[in-house]
């Protein structure tokens, strides 16, 4: 039995996505803080439980049966609460008697136990100590973060605002990494090991270039020298700095196959269909 914790969000669902494509949905257990949000689970017959990071015992019933448990990480910000979350998921999962711990962790927290990478250094210490077998996804952020259906608002100007710097961006999509963690999930030869994934490295220049393909219009990329506002501001400065030009292998050779390319990310993000205007 695989059983997945924090299910019902957006990453989770993908992995259910993946998991039901390549095993029985009998063998698929949502772990989630509120059932009745995932019905649609239930209807495609995977067994839904009711899993809590803030409550461990019923973490402990969610996890009973697991041969492998994917342990999404938290979506709380603050870093003292994530870690104690994490770690009664681990210690309810040892409890439990679960085989194997699969942790999406993110990328050089093995190196860096301190900003957006503290909590995950923390789980990873505490993973090695609990003595238990487990593997370590270790994400990039999100491809989505920059390619999302605000770009047809670039190609409907003819300009892209650029506040990279020109520097390389490694991102990955969630698509991609849901793939992959539904892999390790069910190939034992990619158990016990600790992956770094990324992207394939790509600018804003090229992703200029890619948007003049898929929609056929040209588009200009722009240096944009004002701070963009919230989170998109920080992720900038992080990409100014060099720190998401980190490259490794890893995510293709889990895949057995590429991951998804700029063109075909930014024509899959141009030929959506937009949701319809509220009446």
């Given at each position: 039995m695989i059983v997945l914790s924090a299910a019902s969000g957006a990453f989770g669902r993908l992995v259910i996505d993946q998991l039901l494509a390549r095993c029985p949905a009998d063998r698929v257990v949502a772990a989630v803080r509120d059932p009745r949000r995932a019905a649609d689970l239930t209807a495609r017959g995977v067994q839904v439980r009711l899993g809590?990071?803030?409550?461990?015992?019923?973490?402990?019933?969610?996890?009973?049966?697991?041969?492998?448990?994917?342990?999404?990480?938290?979506?709380?910000?603050?870093?003292?609460?994530?870690?104690?979350?994490?770690?009664?998921?681990?210690?309810?999962?040892?409890?439990?008697?679960?085989?194997?711990?699969?942790?999406?962790?993110?990328?050089?927290?093995?190196?860096?136990?301190?900003?957006?990478?503290?909590?995950?250094?923390?789980?990873?210490?505490?993973?090695?100590?609990?003595?238990?077998?487990?593997?370590?996804?270790?994400?990039?952020?999100?491809?989505?973060?920059?390619?999302?259906p605000g770009l047809r608002a670039a190609v409907a100007s003819g300009e892209l605002a650029d506040g990279t710097g020109g520097r390389g961006v490694n991102t990955a999509l969630r698509g991609d990494l849901a793939e992959a963690a539904a892999r390790v999930l069910t190939e034992d030869s990619l158990l016990g090991r600790a992956y770094d994934f990324t992207g394939a490295l790509w600018t804003y220049d090229q992703l200029a270039h890619a948007l003049s393909r898929a929609s056929g219009r040209p588009v200009v990329r722009r240096d944009r020298h004002d701070r963009a506002p919230g989170a998109q501001g920080w992720l900038e400065e992080q990409v100014r700095s060099g720190a998401l030009e980190r490259q490794t292998d890893d995510l293709p050779n889990v895949l057995g196959h590429p991951p998804t390319t700029l063109d075909q990310a930014v024509t899959a993000i141009l030929t959506e269909t937009a949701p319809a205007a509220p009446a």
């Open positions: 809590d990071y803030d409550d461990p015992a019923t973490l402990r019933a969610a996890f009973t049966g697991a041969e492998r448990l994917l342990l999404i990480s938290s979506p709380e910000l603050e870093t003292a609460h994530r870690v104690g979350q994490h770690k009664a998921a681990v210690d309810a999962a040892r409890a439990a008697g679960v085989g194997s711990i699969v942790y999406t962790s993110f990328l050089d927290a093995d190196t860096q136990p301190e900003g957006v990478t503290a909590a995950h250094h923390a789980t990873e210490r505490h993973l090695l100590a609990s003595g238990m077998p487990h593997t370590l996804l270790r994400h990039p952020f999100y491809s989505e973060a920059f390619l999302n």
